[in-house]
């Protein structure tokens, strides 16, 4: 009986040891084109980006990061083999090999419980590659709210763990992207701007949080992240954490498209539009 409870003990613990292992999450942070001020690392070893995450994973216990500015020599099939989740604080072509882009896209993110979070400029990188704005659901189209915008933006799913610790709403300050090759009808829209509570109006649509399925995998961009405060933000730390969760299964969120909010938000930013003339 003592040798039974001993080895009862040992399974058990080994069970326990299993699930507390953090996941692994390549943070890739190069700048082909504008470099923002939230991965310059400047003469610190870390960018404030860099270090939001680094900081998240630790605090969370959910996982451990490795960030690359030198995707030539990190983003490769084999060392994609160590890591769980990918996420992208990037701008322009970055200089990956096409054999690794295509094992990516074919096959390391179509696995179940790997993900791809997308933050800020994510949207403008590989401006003219189709399997990669397919896979995150746009293009960057330019930013017509600037850094020092005060913006408002409405939560849709408020049961979603990317978008649960926002609330109904949120204002705060940060450059909003608008987008070009967007597909309503891969995603699930989780927040988008509130034209009639913000101070320029434009007659479409501007999601600013979705996530989608990508076979077995799962994808999440999140367009704020331009400002560095906003990496200091907790709320903004919380969804990107929440969205993580939601990647390795670890708490449950609809990611079914929802095209009809897309439009739905169209219509209702170009009535915003119009009744801001009258």
């Known amino acids: 009986m003592v040798r039974l409870l001993i080895c009862f003990s040992l399974v058990a613990s080994t069970a326990m040891f299993a699930i507390a292992e953090p996941a692994r999450l390549l943070m890739v942070s190069q700048s082909v084109g504008y470099r923002h001020s939230s991965v310059n690392r400047e003469k610190?070893?870390?960018?404030?980006?860099?270090?939001?995450?680094?900081?998240?994973?630790?605090?969370?216990?959910?996982f451990r990061v490795d960030c690359t500015q030198d995707v030539a020599t990190d983003f490769t099939k084999e060392k994609l083999q160590h890591y769980d989740l990918v996420l992208f604080y990037t701008t322009g072509d970055l200089p990956i090999a096409q054999e690794?882009?295509?094992?990516?896209?074919?096959?390391?993110?179509?696995?179940?419980?790997?993900?791809?979070?997308?933050?800020?400029?994510?949207?403008?990188?590989?401006?003219?590659?189709k399997p990669y704005w397919d896979m995150i659901g746009g293009t960057f189209n330019g930013h017509p709210w600037g850094a020092g915008s005060t913006v408002t933006i409405s939560v849709h799913d408020q049961d979603?763990?990317?978008?649960?610790?926002?609330?109904?709403?949120?204002?705060?300050?940060?450059?909003?992207y608008r987008?070009?090759?967007?597909?309503?009808?891969?995603?699930?829209?989780?927040?988008?701007?509130n034209m009639a509570k913000t101070e320029l109006k434009e007659p479409?649509?501007?999601?600013?949080?979705?996530?989608?399925?990508?076979?077995d995998g799962k994808v999440m961009h999140m367009s704020l992240g331009h400002r560095e405060d906003v990496w200091t933000n907790e709320t903004y730390l919380a969804s990107l954490l929440g969205g993580m969760k939601w990647m390795l299964g670890q708490e449950p969120g609809d990611a079914t498209p929802n095209p009809e909010l897309s439009a739905a938000q169209e219509l209702k930013a170009k009535a915003d539009t119009e009744a801001a003339k009258k």
């Open 160 to 176: 979603h763990p990317a978008s649960k610790p926002w609330g109904e709403e949120v204002t705060l300050k940060d450059e909003i």
């Open 44 to 62: 610190m070893p870390l960018s404030p980006a860099e270090r939001a995450i680094t900081e998240l994973g630790i605090s969370s216990g959910l």
């Open 179 to 193: 987008f070009k090759n967007w597909q309503p009808e891969k995603v699930r829209v989780l927040m988008s701007l």
């Open 100 to 129: 690794d882009l295509d094992y990516f896209f074919n096959d390391w993110l179509k696995q179940k419980g790997h993900g791809f979070i997308g933050t800020h400029s994510a949207a403008d990188t590989f401006h003219n590659y």
């Open 204 to 215: 479409y649509h501007v999601p600013v949080l979705w996530v989608k399925e990508y076979g």
